[in-house]
């Protein structure tokens, strides 16, 4: 049911026109992907579900109130026609917010350390989908400034606070907001070239994700002593890095 209701809401966020249906769709998957956090029933996987909640809502509710105050300037609610400069400016930190762009990005590894790893592989590709597609149809009305302000220190933070890490996931968190930063930053030049950035980054993400699923490895610890259960898949995941990493 979850799963399912992960790709309705996905589907109805990125095929709509009207921006209550965008703001239907991401509360849709938001609710999907609670459940999915907090399966385990450990307290920090319940932390992590209540953070998301708090964030996703906070960035729900000011992606409508951008569209509420732009439908009441201009007396419509399409999603391209966002004209009205407050509005513009309201929906790009909603969108940063829902994106974990820096400075809204404190909830992100926090809520990937808690969840499982296929929740997390979920969490960094899926769910990032939907604000990408918001982004993508509005780009040509953001406020740019801010954006790019945003996107440069995301590309920066993102590669500064991951040094630091030895939590698998933690570190995974802070290459998804440095790869967000880069896509943020493009998005106003060439929107076509920030889907493909994002397709690439999913497929990626995807393989490393699933690599430590399969050695279940969380910590850089367990990370090391892996090579000896499968070193071919270990070799693999090496490339998956590096070409994670831009090589």
């Known amino acids: 049911i979850f799963i399912t209701s992960l790709l309705l809401g996905t589907t109805i966020t990125i095929s709509s026109n009207h921006w209550i249906m965008a703001w239907v769709g991401l509360e849709i998957n938001t609710l999907a992907i609670l459940p999915l956090i907090s399966k385990s029933h450990h307290p920090r996987a319940i932390e992590a579900a209540t ?9 729900s509710t000011l992606l409508l109130f951008s569209s509420m105050v732009n439908a009441w300037s201009t007396g419509q609610w399409d999603i391209t026609q966002l004209t009205n400069p407050a509005s513009c400016a309201i929906l ?24 499982p790893l296929t929740t997390g592989l979920l969490l960094s590709t899926a769910l990032k989908f939907p604000p990408i597609t918001l982004l993508y149809m509005t780009s040509h009305s953001l406020n740019t400034t801010l954006l790019t302000t945003m996107a440069i220190l995301s590309a920066s933070m993102g590669g500064w606070m991951g040094l630091n890490q030895t ?4 570190i995974l968190a802070f290459s998804s907001i ?9 998005i106003a030049y060439n929107p076509k070239l920030t889907l493909l950035n994002f397709y690439l980054y999913s497929l990626m993400t995807a393989a490393a994700f699933l690599t430590f699923h399969s050695t279940k490895s969380l910590k850089l610890s367990t990370l090391m002593t892996s090579w ?11 490339l998956a890095l590096l070409s994670l990493a831009g090589l």
């Not at 953070?51 to 960035?59: G, R």
């Open 51 to 59: 953070k998301y909640f708090l964030v996703q809502a906070t960035a």
């Open 92 to 115: 790009t930190a909603a969108i940063a917010m829902k994106l974990g762009l820096v400075p809204f990005h404190f909830w992100f590894p926090e809520v990937l350390q808690g969840s």
């Open 167 to 170: 939590q698998i996931r933690k």
């Open 178 to 186: 440095s790869h967000l930063g880069w896509m943020a930053i493009i």
């Open 228 to 238: 000896t259960k499968t070193p071919t898949l270990n070799a693999a995941l090496l």
